[in-house]
Structures are given as C-alpha cells and as structure tokens.
C-alpha cells in the first residue's frame, strides 16, 4: 500500500487541521498579542486567513464552493446572534431605558447620516451606479460590528483608558443597530423594485418593515426575553437546572430567538437584543454567571473561526473589475471610516447625555467599526436582489440590478477589510500614545503641582517625637491634630480622605510607623531596611489607596533631623497660641 493511499488531504479534513493549529498557536501567545501589544485577535485571524486562503498558499479556496454564500450567511447569522446577546448581557441594569436619549441619538440621526455620507462617497467614486443604488449598498456598511467593537471596549487597556460610559454606549449601540440596519436596506431596495411608484414603496416600507419587521420583532424578543428569566429563576429555585445548562442557557436563548423569530420573517437580531436586555433586566443572570468565563470561551473560539474564514473569502480577482478599481476601492474606503461616523457624533455630542467630553466624543465617532454585519447584509442583499429578478412583471431596471448584484460584495468587503486594519491597530497605536506622559516631564509647573499633593497639616499643639530603640517613630506628648484632605485615586476618579478619619482608628496607639519620601508612603515598622513600601504615586499623580496610608511624619529618616523638625513644629505652634491669646 503506497503512502498516497493512505493519506487523505480533503478539503475539509485540512480546514480542521489548519484551523485547530492556529488556534493552538494563538492560544500559546494570546496573552502577549492582547495584554502586551494590544493587538485584536480579530486582526490576527483576518491576516491568517488572507496567508491560508487563495490570496497566498492556496491550501483552502472558498471562493470555489457552491454553496459559498449560504455558508457565509449563516455563519455570519450565528455569530452576530451569539454577539448580540453577550452585549445584551453585559450592559448595566435597565441600560437602554436609564439611557434611552443618547440609544435614540445614536440610532436615528446618526445612523441616517452614516447611512447618507457613505451612499455619497459611493456614488461619487464608483461609476455607473445610481443614487438609489449606493443607497443599498450604504445600507450593508452602516451599522456598526459587535465583535470588532468587543476588542476595544473590553481589556485592560480599555478598563484603564476608555470611560465606562462610553464602553457601555459603544457597546449598545453596536449590539442593536445590526437589527436597525434593515430598514435602510429595504427602504433602497423597495425604491429600486417600483422606480415609477416610490409612494407605493414608500408605503409598504412603514407598514411593513417598522410596523412587523422592527416593532414586532422587538415586542415578541422582549416577550421571549422575560418568559425566560422567569423560567429559569423558578428552575434554579427549585433545584430543577444543572449548572452547565445554567451557564449555557443565554447562548441558547440566542439561536431560539434567531431561529424562532426568522421562521416568522422578522428582525431577528432586534429581537435578539430585546430578548438578551428583558432576559438580564434585573442584573440576576449576569452576576450569576460573572466568574464563569464561559462566554469568553465561545466568543473566543467563535470569533478566530469567523475572522478566518472572512480572509480568506475576499474576492481579490473582483476588486479590478471593469466598474472597480484597487485605487477607488482605497479611497472610497479611507473616507467612509473619516466622515462616516466621526462628524456627525462630534455634532451630536451635546444632544448624548452618555458622552460628557469633547475627547469622549471623538473616540465615540472614530470607533465605529464594520465587520460581520456588513458581511451578512451584503450576503443577505444579493439574495434579495435574486428574488426581484426572478419575479416577472416588476418595472425594475434588471440591468442595474445585475450590475449591483455584482459588484456590492467586493465593495462591501474591501471596506470591511479596511475596518479590521484601521480599528485593530487603533489600540496599539493609543497604547504607545499613552506612554508618552508630558506631565511626568520635569518643570515647575510638576514640582508645584507635586507640593500642592501634599497633605495639609495644621498643628494646634506642639509636637514632639523621638525615636525608640527598633528605629519607629513615637509620639510624647498627647495632641490635638487636625488634618488636611488628600486626593486620592480609586478607579480612575479623584475623591479626597480625611487623615483624621483614618486616624481614628489609630487613636490608642502610640507608634507613627510610616514616613514620606519622594510621595511615597513607607513603613518603617520592620526591623531592618528602609522599610515596605505600601502606597505609591499613580500614573495620574495621585496616591493609590492599596493601603490606606496612616498619619504622615517627617521625610526623613536621620533622628536628628527629626528631633529638630519637631522642635521647629513645636516653636511653630507655641507661636501662634500665643498670637491667638493676644
């Protein structure tokens, strides 16, 4: 029996082997590429799927499948239903309606405008396209994507420079305007069917896209959604539910409501997302489930197998088509991300309560990534475009039609493309931004600001301190101390502390271990050493309470010195009590 005989290199059996292997190989170094360098590993897995597929080593070519696009959509489909639903989950207690102004802001004016700016981008660039036309293909490119914008509202670089507020916003608006992209598609779509008759169109877009395929979907997902925390609150109280189908219990939720929702022809990512927030209402399932790690897993696993399969199903022989060109493809491209999001959110940033500075609204507008969804409505969009030219009878332009049916999925996913690059690099590129600190940078204006740190400290009485035999400050006589506030740094926000307070509890005690030096708060109370340090400056120049420090003596460890700092203390004090008599 010869070796050629005995191995087998289908197709699918060198998918499997391949894909596993980057998913082994990216596991091995993931911490690296998302906590060290800050790279997407959307990114990762867009840029070996380009190496693995035809654009490179050829060794998988989906372009040749024949049921190429039913493979895509519904991989797209389950992705974005699985993604739609953690975004649901993640959001804080009753988020959409503690926040409905600025969810309304984003969705309506911002979206439309999102929707209009790309069509004309569009149409000024690609020739012979009509206005209708680069409207269909807006359509597939105006929402923005839930699982490229994940890589930048989660992480530690996003928990330590990205607002909560903003996460929380970009992930909201992510997670539901995949559902409001489809009344623009329609919209377009219905105007290029009855070109002589858009009151018709028109018409039939209210009643039926926002009257079933948007309000409808988001009534039975809700529904769906409160049906199923009450279910599974009575399972769990009464013992009925394992903790396994606890934990994959949201995941199911997401394919029945895709499944359940399409079967009736309506939105089925609205009615996701509605399902996923009236599910997770109360915060009950997310903290049930917040140390669990499941989610992650699954989207991590989803999210590498998708982005590959997307590079390797780019149509690069389509991007040079008669119509198209590389270079219009670039720039069409580079201004879709410019003056797609960014003007409008800047405009707007006074009608979002959610957005509170100018810096917020910028990165709001900048980070409006396209990916997945775009895929499926571009997939979704051609299938459409199938159905109208089968129909005979319609007063439809079926060259026009044929021509978009061509030409809208290499624009779609040059543009996605271009997203996964530009977006996935954003956070390298913040991060090495970041370190470059002016304020750290000596001046006056630092040292000034460092004294003005300093706590405050008022002595009434005179103090006097000495130094016993282990090297620990103590106190001889009793005072009376009043103290200054602080700034101090607790999750990025600036509060102040009373030492007086924190004294307190130190009252009965007579020993002051902890001293100053260089901001910086040491304990001295060891034997041996300088001491421990338990308390430092932060990046933001304010103290990190890992320690809350006790009361602050002398910075200086030489005993003569702070024999003399407190006799100068006590001169001090004695001086103004006699001031305060005269």
Not at 98 to 120: N, Y
Not at 353 to 376: N, S
Not at 392 to 400: L, M, N
Request: with cysteine; aromatic share 10%.
């Amino acid at each position: 029996m010869q070796i050629s005989e005995v191995l087998d290199f289908s197709e699918p059996l060198l998918i499997y082997a391949l894909l596993g292997g980057f998913i082994l190989l990216y596991g091995l170094v993931s911490l690296i590429l998302k906590e060290k360098l800050f790279i997407s590993e959307s990114l990762v897995a867009t840029i070996i799927g380009l190496i693995l597929g035809p654009a490179c080593l050829k060794f998988v070519d989906p372009m040749k499948w024949t049921s190429r696009d039913t493979i895509t959509e519904e991989l797209m489909r389950i992705v974005l239903a699985f993604q739609i639903m953690a975004a649901a989950i993640n959001l804080p207690r009753a988020y959409v309606t503690r926040q409905f102004r600025s969810m309304m802001v984003m969705l309506i004016p911002v979206m439309i405008w999102m929707w209009i700016s790309s069509a004309t981008i569009l149409y000024y660039f690609i020739p012979n396209l009509s206005f209708t036309g680069t409207l269909l293909i807006a359509s597939c490119v105006t929402p923005t994507d839930p699982i490229l914008a994940n890589s930048i509202v989660q992480g530690s670089f996003a928990e330590k420079h990205i607002p909560i507020n903003v996460r929380h916003l970009l992930s909201a608006e992510s997670g539901v305007n995949d559902g409001m992209g489809f009344p623009f598609l329609f919209l377009a779509l219905y105007l290029l069917e009855s070109p002589r008759n858009p009151n018709a169109a028109i018409s039939k877009w209210i009643y039926f896209v926002w009257g079933y395929h948007i309000l409808f979907s988001i009534v039975i997902g809700a529904f769906i959604g409160w049906a199923a925390r009450k279910l599974l609150r009575l399972a769990e109280s009464r013992d009925w539910i394992d903790k396994e189908s606890f934990l994959v219990f949201a995941f199911a939720l997401a394919i029945f409501v895709v499944g359940g929702v399409g079967i009736l022809g309506s939105d089925a990512f609205l009615a996701c997302f509605a399902a996923g927030t009236s599910f997770t209402w109360d915060d009950w399932f997310r903290e049930e489930t917040q140390g669990a790690q499941l989610q992650e897993v699954i989207d991590l696993l989803l999210n590498l197998t998708t982005f590959v399969y997307i590079g390797m199903i780019f149509p690069w022989s389509s991007f040079n088509l008669d119509d198209l060109s590389l270079k219009n493809l670039i720039i069409v491209s580079i201004l879709i991300l410019i003056f797609r999001r960014l003007p409008i959110v800047v405009v707007l940033k006074g009608f979002i309560p959610t957005i509170h500075t100018f810096k917020e609204a910028l990165f709001a507008g900048y980070f409006g990534p396209i990916g997945v969804g775009a895929i499926f409505l571009a997939i979704f969009t051609k299938k459409e475009i199938s159905k109208c030219l089968k129909h005979d009878g319609q007063d439809i332009d079926e060259e026009a039609m044929h021509h978009l049916h061509q030409i809208i999925f290499p624009i779609v996913t040059f543009i996605v493309l271009s997203s996964v690059i530009v977006h996935g690099i954003t956070v390298p590129i913040l991060n090495i931004g970041s370190r470059i600190d002016i304020e750290r940078l000596p001046s006056i204006a630092s040292i000034s600001s460092q004294v003005a740190r300093l706590p405050v400290i008022d002595f009434v009485e005179s103090l006097s301190l000495e130094r016993d035999n282990h090297g620990r400050v103590r106190k001889k006589e009793k005072t009376r101390t009043e103290f200054g506030r602080v700034p101090i740094k607790t999750n990025q926000n600036e509060r102040y502390k009373d030492y007086e307070e924190i004294a307190e509890e130190e009252e009965e005690t007579e020993t002051f271990p902890y001293h100053v030096r260089n901001d910086t708060i040491i304990n001295v109370s060891e034997e041996g050493g300088d001491g421990e340090l338990i308390s430092e400056e932060g990046d933001d120049g304010l103290i990190d309470d890992k320690v809350s420090p006790k009361i602050i003596t002398t910075n200086t460890t030489d005993e003569n010195a702070v024999h003399s700092s407190s006799t100068q203390i006590g001169e001090d004090s004695n001086n103004k009590s006699e001031q305060d008599k005269e």
